[in-house]
């Protein structure tokens, strides 16, 4: 199906900035045990699509590289905020990665590769957001721009930044984690309901 005529239009910066900010406003929790982690294991076992995300320390020196912090996935009913060096979510989250549950998310080739450095898994039905909007003619394709054109709203990435591998997240990232992967669970349905995928 062709893209209708108003998605393909460009945004800009400008525009983007325009429009008013949205978080998740939902519930979200944050995973820190291996309670915390069944709870969640059992709301992922029943989704057929989440949206999905991860958060890695930025590096600020040619070559140096930190492992993914932070896993986001955004169900139907809450975002779950899993601080990888807190729980050993590597069982749960390689059953959902290689489950017939759809996970939506830009860039998932990097988050892949990167979380297979830290535990084994065969990935499927992925759904890079990103890659969908390009095949349509949409260049700007990253979160922010894609939210913008479908959704009509602006996602803050102020939190993007900064130290994910911190014990404890502030309400700033909270917000923004959660956000992006509610965000992306939100795209997917869009993308679905225009049949573009």
């Not at 992967?181 to 997917?188: D, F, Q, V």
């Given at each position: 199906?062709?893209?209708?005529?108003?998605?393909?239009?460009?945004?800009?910066?400008?525009?983007?900035?325009?429009?008013?900010?949205?978080?998740?406003?939902?519930?979200?929790?944050?995973?820190?045990?291996?309670?915390?982690?069944?709870?969640?294991?059992?709301?992922?076992?029943?989704?057929?699509?989440?949206?999905?995300?991860?958060?890695?320390?930025?590096?600020?020196?040619?070559?140096?590289?930190?492992?993914?912090?932070?896993?986001?996935?955004?169900?139907?009913?809450?975002?779950?905020?899993?601080?990888?060096?807190?729980?050993?979510?590597?069982?749960?989250?390689?059953?959902?990665?290689?489950?017939?549950?759809?996970?939506?998310?830009?860039?998932?080739?990097?988050?892949?590769?990167?979380?297979?450095?830290?535990?084994?898994?065969?990935?499927a039905a992925m759904v890079d957001l990103g890659a969908v909007a390009r095949r349509h003619g949409i260049e700007r394709s990253g979160v922010r721009a894609l939210a913008a054109l479908f959704l009509g709203?602006?996602?803050?990435?102020?939190?993007?930044?900064?130290?994910?591998?911190?014990?404890?997240?502030?309400?700033?990232?909270?917000?923004?984690?959660?956000?992006?992967?509610?965000?992306?669970?939100?795209?997917?349905?869009?993308?679905?309901?225009?049949?573009?995928?």
């Open positions: 199906m062709a893209l209708p005529v108003e998605f393909l239009r460009a945004i800009t910066p400008e525009a983007i900035n325009a429009l008013a900010i949205r978080r998740y406003e939902g519930e979200v929790r944050l995973v820190e045990t291996p309670a915390d982690l069944e709870r969640a294991a059992a709301d992922f076992a029943v989704e057929r699509v989440v949206g999905f995300d991860t958060e890695t320390r930025p590096a600020f020196r040619p070559g140096e590289r930190y492992p993914p912090a932070l896993a986001q996935v955004a169900t139907g009913r809450a975002v779950y905020l899993i601080q990888l060096a807190r729980v050993d979510a590597s069982a749960v989250l390689a059953a959902l990665l290689g489950s017939a549950t759809v996970k939506a998310g830009v860039g998932l080739a990097d988050d892949v590769r990167a979380l297979r450095q830290r535990f084994d898994f065969a990935p709203t602006r996602i803050p990435k102020g939190a993007k930044t900064s130290n994910w591998a911190a014990p404890r997240l502030t309400p700033a990232q909270v917000a923004y984690a959660a956000t992006d992967a509610w965000a992306c669970r939100e795209l997917y349905l869009r993308f679905a309901a225009l049949r573009l995928l």
